[in-house]
């Protein structure tokens, strides 16, 4: 929502070295995108954003990392392009003003990964989410040291975490 590219460009470096095509996205109405604001951009238009890449560069077996608002992305993203993924990552998700509509069963995506920001200063807004979804079999959980923007104060715990898991 208010973070872009720029944000997980160390991240993406650190994953190309180990091997991982990374490609980190701005959505529209942001940053080098914030010409593309023309009122009408919401969440089916950062959905669209990211499918549309997918699409464009034929990407299969991904695995998508949303952080906050983006976890409504990428969970509508699978939703449209279910054959296309490997994974899902959250990152301290949240919903925010859309209500996000699927069309299809969300345990198609055989990986789910929520990776919950445990060192916010006070209490998480996200940790009842944490607390459910690791007492569910079909979600793998970690706890990082770390505010909520993970890809900048735990991004060497976040970088093991996504080149250790089994897509």
Known sequence: MCHGGWCFRE????????????VALTL??????AHLLDGG???????RDVAGVLEAEDVRDAVLV??????MVITGVADRLP???AGLV??????LLQPLRLTGDPARIARRVYVYAAGWQGESP???TYERLREDPAWTTYALDGG???????????????TGARW
């Open 11 to 22: 991240l993406c470096e650190e994953l190309r070295h180990h091997g991982h095509r990374a």
């Open 83 to 85: 054959g296309r993924m």
């Open 126 to 128: 996200f940790t009842a």
């Open 148 to 162: 909520h923007n993970l890809m900048r104060d735990a991004p060497e715990d976040l970088l093991k975490i996504l």
């Open 66 to 71: 949303g952080h906050s608002y983006g976890g």
């Open 41 to 47: 951009v919401n969440l089916d238009t950062h959905i």
């Open 90 to 95: 959250y990152l301290d998700v949240a919903s």
């Open 28 to 33: 529209t109405g942001l940053a080098e995108r």
